[in-house]
């Protein structure tokens, strides 16, 4: 299994930009697709944007669509999420995993990072 490592959240003010990213260790990291979920207090942890193992192919939720961009690069092992135009319902604990599937769905996820806090501010 991958071991995940994310980074790149904090506090910023709604409208604001951040990119997330997300460090694999394993040799395996581009055979996994990707994906970022979040969580915030209280809710279920929720799907936000997936990515297919060689980056052909993107899922977003719809509440981010047009906002956030998800991307890897397999040379690096590294899959990035860049958040524009931020606002305070995207608060929450980012989340990065690994799935031997292309998936929403967070039960095919077998590996996951410890997660990396973004709060937005209104």
């Known amino acids: 299994q991958a071991q995940l490592v994310e980074s790149g959240g904090g506090l910023v003010q709604a409208g604001a930009s951040l990119r997330l990213s997300c460090a694999a260790s394993?040799?395996?990291?581009?055979?996994?697709?990707m994906g970022w979920f979040r969580q915030a207090p209280g809710k279920e942890r929720e799907f936000v944007a997936a990515?297919?193992?060689?980056?052909?192919?993107?899922r977003y939720v719809s509440s981010v669509k047009g906002r956030f961009t998800i991307s890897r690069d397999n040379a690096d092992n590294t899959v990035h999420l860049q958040m524009n135009t931020l606002k305070p319902e995207d608060t929450a604990v980012y989340y990065c995993a690994a799935s031997n599937y292309f998936s929403i769905v967070a039960r095919t996820y077998t590996s996951w990072g410890q997660g990396t806090q973004v709060t937005v501010s209104s």
């Open positions: 394993g040799r395996t990291f581009s055979s996994y697709a």
């Open positions: 990515i297919t193992s060689n980056g052909g192919d993107t």
